[in-house]
């Protein structure tokens, strides 16, 4: 009891700095940084109604208290590792996503362009309560919904000509933005790709919001129960679009193309496994009370047989779909000729091209002469002669050196050698 008692008067201490602070900086927006000190404050209470109230009185009318709203609360979630001051301010972050201004989500995900992250507590951890690991996991896990649910609304402005750009920066009497007054399309009137994306990113805070079940001591916290409930409102909501859409792929899934089909039969799938494990939850919520009983909405899971239907439809198309060489893919040929004839060019339609200005004709082409063979000397053995074996050359170079005809004059008399008694090589 003892440390307990102290941490809480450290934390009562700590609040108390930051408003004096607060009131003796130079700061235009004292009252707003005042107001998000006191709503995330070092206790396991809730926020006070009033000051959530006022908070959001200041953003609705106003950028630039919306903008200052940002900053003091990513301040507050970057300085703290208090579980209970990191789930306020996020407690916060909602109140302001679904009562204030439109244009509140669009600066989180701009501010988050920019290096602010204001929901990434993925590397969040209570120093001081080391021992409620079930808490502040809760907090990382509401971080990431509130962080897919901002996310999927943005995406839904752009997809709608909102979003980004000047029209977010217009605010008028009712804290309604030019962009959130466009005509909404109904799931029915989108085409089937804007469909399967949507119903792809819904099914994705549908997980988060799975993963939102408290565990261990944060079942039994009072503050934790406070963000189940509101996440736990919201899923109400989003099992009711993601059945909508669910049955609008499954009307037009005999008019997809196969590959929408393998795309669409897989969301099925994951939607399927999501929608029982959500009737789990909400069976955990009943008996923990979280909300009243009328609240909550008649979930009907997705059976074997519609998958297997769908999965028989898929067959029957596979089977269906003409191949690339099939008769009905080959347009404008006549089979009955034969390969010849059809392959054989038309000689009437083919036309010459005219003949260019100042075109010369092409030189005319000089044969190569071919190029003359190297004439050998006669020699007494032809030594290429590679079919002659060793014995036989021998022979021919016997009969060459030996039986020609003597050293003779013209008349065929006998003529020796002159000796002039000199050596011949001087």
């Not at 206790?43 to 009185?57: S, W």
């Not at 009072?222 to 409930?229: D, G, I, K, T």
């Not at 393998?262 to 994951?270: E, G, H, N, R």
Request: proline share 4%.
């Amino acid at each position: 009891m003892v440390p307990s008692a102290i941490r809480k008067a450290i934390g009562a201490i700590k609040d108390q700095t930051s408003i004096g602070i607060a009131k003796v900086s130079n700061n235009l927006a004292v009252e707003l940084e005042i107001l998000v000190v006191k709503a995330t404050s070092h206790d396991e209470d809730p926020a006070d109604e009033r000051h959530i109230r006022e908070i959001l009185a200041f953003t609705v009318h106003s950028k630039a208290y919306l903008d200052t709203c940002i900053t003091l609360i990513s301040r507050r979630l970057s300085k703290t590792r208090d579980w209970m001051v990191a789930l306020k301010a996020l407690l916060l972050v909602h109140r302001i996503v679904v009562d204030g201004h439109p244009s509140f989500e669009d600066e989180i995900v701009l501010a988050s362009h920019h290096g602010m992250r204001l929901l990434n507590m993925s590397h969040f951890r209570d120093e001081a309560h080391s021992n409620l690991g079930d808490h502040f996991a809760f907090v990382r896990f509401y971080a990431m919904y509130l962080e897919e649910k901002v996310e999927f609304s943005v995406f839904e402005k752009r997809q709608d000509g909102g979003g980004f750009g000047a029209e977010r920066h217009e605010f008028d009497r009712d804290g309604r933005s030019s962009a959130a007054k466009k005509e909404i399309k109904t799931i029915k009137e989108m085409r089937s790709e804007r469909v399967s994306v949507r119903l792809n990113h819904q099914l994705r805070i549908l997980d988060r919001v799975l993963a939102c079940k408290p565990a261990g001591a944060a079942k039994t916290s009072r503050l934790v129960l406070v963000a189940l409930y509101l996440v736990l409102k919201e899923s109400f909501g989003l099992y009711g679009e993601i059945s909508e859409a669910l049955e609008v792929l499954q009307e037009r899934f005999a008019q997809m193309e196969y590959g929408e089909c393998l795309k669409a039969f897989d969301t099925y799938v994951s939607a399927a496994k999501l929608i029982d494990e959500l009737v789990g939850l909400h069976n955990w919520c009943r008996d923990a009370r979280i909300a009243r009983m009328s609240e909550f909405p008649e979930v009907q899971r997705l059976t074997d047989d519609v998958l297997r239907t769908l999965q028989g439809q898929m067959k029957e198309m596979n089977r269906n779909w003409p191949s690339k060489n099939s008769p009905e893919q080959i347009e404008g040929t006549n089979l009955d000729q034969p390969v010849e004839e059809r392959s054989k060019p038309n000689m009437n339609e083919i036309r010459a091209l005219p003949a260019l200005e100042n075109h010369t004709g092409p030189a005319p082409l000089i044969e190569p002469q071919p190029e003359p063979q190297p004439q050998h000397a006669a020699e007494l053995i032809d030594l290429r002669d590679f079919g002659v074996s060793a014995d036989e050359q021998g022979d021919k170079l016997a009969v060459a050196l030996f039986s020609g005809a003597p050293n003779a004059t013209a008349n065929g008399s006998w003529e020796p050698f002159a000796w002039t008694g000199q050596s011949e090589a001087n």
